[in-house]
T-cell receptor, first 114, second 113 residues
Framework: AQSVTQPDIHITVSEGASLELRCNYS??????LFWYVQSPGQGLQLLLK??????LVQGIKGFEAEFKRSQSSFNLRKPSVHWSDAAEYFC????????????FGTGTRLTIIP | DVKVTQSSRYLVKRTGEKVFLECVQD?????MFWYRQDPGLGLRLIYF???????EKGDIPEGYSVSREKKERFSLILESASTNQTSMYLC????????????FGSGTRLTVV
């Protein structure tokens, strides 16, 4: 069965600093990978996704993620965070195309300090 | 703007009540999902549906049922609410033809007292 691990429960970074959120997945074949963001009291918004091809994917709000098959990782990065990036971030994996059931990680809460 | 709409943002119900959570999408999506979200546990899949009148159990279906009589509407039913069902409930949908990821509703925060 597929699974996702987000090892960092809570991360605090200064505004303007760089950010990397970690995500490791477990799946036997090539996965479909996603990052979602959830602002307080809101639903989840898709930041970016990886299906195939270029292993560095660009998303909205200046985020990017890199798929590394050898490390079973899909880490999310941003070169310079803004106060509005404070939110909870979820990594998710989907298995075979045609069965679009997503398995989510437990999330990483991001706090931005001035 | 495409939407997934959950009928209530906040609900407070009593133990033993039958509770209906409604979700409507306007994107003509085939696939719809119900998750619950709890701190430290992330999102866990309760039920999903690939078509009208179809339903499949997710990872934590106990204590829940679902109904999908129309393509755009997917209802989650708590047959007899219990305090351990206090949670945030998120509905999502996606196309069955082209998978771009889920579109989520804003969530329903249910408190069972």
């Amino acid at each position: 069965a597929q699974s996702v691990t987000q090892p960092d429960i809570h991360i605090t970074v200064s505004e303007g600093a760089s950010l990397e959120l970690r995500c490791n997945y477990s799946y036997g074949a090539t996965p479909y990978l996603f990052w979602y963001v959830q602002s307080p009291g809101q639903g989840l918004q898709l930041l970016l996704k990886y299906f195939s091809g270029d292993t560095l994917v660009q998303g909205i709000k200046g985020f990017e993620a890199e798929f590394k098959r050898s490390q079973s990782s899909f880490n999310l990065r941003k070169p310079s965070v803004h106060w509005s990036d404070a939110a909870e971030y979820f990594c998710a994996v989907s298995s075979n195309f045609g069965n679009e059931k997503l398995t989510f990680g437990t999330g990483t809460r991001l706090t931005i300090i001035p | 703007d495409v939407k997934v709409t959950q009928s209530s943002r906040y609900l407070v119900k009593r133990t033993g009540e039958k509770v209906f959570l409604e979700c409507v999408q306007d994107m003509d999506h085939e696939n719809m999902f119900w998750y619950r979200q709890d701190p430290g546990l992330g999102l866990r899949l309760i039920y999903f549906s690939y078509d009208v009148k179809m339903k499949e159990k997710g990872d934590i279906p106990e204590g829940y049922s679902v109904s999908r009589e129309k393509k755009e509407r997917f209802s989650l039913i708590l047959e007899s609410a219990s305090t351990n069902q206090t949670s945030m409930y998120l509905c999502a949908s996606t196309s069955g033809l082209t998978f771009y990821g889920y579109t989520f509703g804003s969530g329903t925060r249910l408190t069972v007292v």
